[in-house]
């Protein structure tokens, strides 16, 4: 899990641990922790959106490129209040 100021940038779970909890788990601990109210998420990646989604956050903005400028479409997502 990368963080920086109130958002995670990568959450990686090995396939063989998914659906277990520990994604779950983390993000929990980020919340708690670290004060996460932000994701970041590959829009091509809609397991990773519905994780989130399914964690309390939905999508504020999107942007049709990654922060170093590659064509890798972003979605931001918020927790909920």
Known sequence: MGIAEH???ML???PEQRGHGLGRRLIQYGI???AIEE???NEQNPQ???FYERMGFEVYKRTDHDEQ???Y???YMKLRN
């Open 32 to 34: 708690a922790n670290y």
């Open 39 to 41: 994701v970041a998420v």
């Open 12 to 14: 990686f779970v090995t």
């Open 69 to 71: 400028g590659n064509p």
């Open 7 to 9: 958002m995670i940038e």
């Open 48 to 50: 990773a959106k519905g």
């Open 73 to 75: 479409p972003i979605l």
